[in-house]
């Protein structure tokens, strides 16, 4: 079992930019594939970004490609999403999630896959 917490959420204004953190305790880290999700008042939640055990292999919804990087640092037991030229849509409660998966292989962009969640940490852009 693992324990997730997001921190590095708040206020900037539409272009700015944010750094999540996600970090994991109570389990080896390095076993998980780790994904970001969002949800925003009024809808669902919705992936954002995922990366494998390894940090080999990411992957992204295409409303954040070219803006948003996730990386990890299973030393520190901490996934990041670097969050550039944030946009007013970017709104959201930024959730972070892992999942047991195989060490090259790409964590799924359904949040039903995901074993352990964090509490969230809200990101919001001003126009």
């Known amino acids: 079992q693992v324990q997730l917490e997001e921190s590095g959420g708040g206020l900037v204004q539409a272009g700015g930019s944010l750094r999540l953190s996600c970090a994991g305790s109570?389990?080896?880290?390095?076993?998980?594939?780790v994904g970001w999700f969002r949800q925003a008042p009024g809808k669902e939640r919705e992936f954002v970004a995922a990366i494998s055990r390894s940090g080999s292999r990411t992957d992204y919804v295409d409303a954040v490609k070219g803006r948003f990087t996730i990386s990890r640092d299973n030393a520190k037991n901490t996934v990041y999403l670097q969050m550039n030229s944030l946009k007013p849509e970017d709104t959201a409660v930024y959730y972070c999630?892992?999942?047991?998966?195989?060490?090259?292989?790409?964590?799924?962009?359904?949040?039903?896959?995901?074993?352990?969640w964090g509490q969230g940490t809200q990101v919001t852009v001003s126009s």
């Open positions: 109570g389990g080896i880290f390095s076993t998980f594939g």
């Open positions: 999630a892992a999942v047991y998966s195989g060490y090259n292989t790409k964590p799924p962009a359904s949040p039903e896959r995901y074993d352990y």
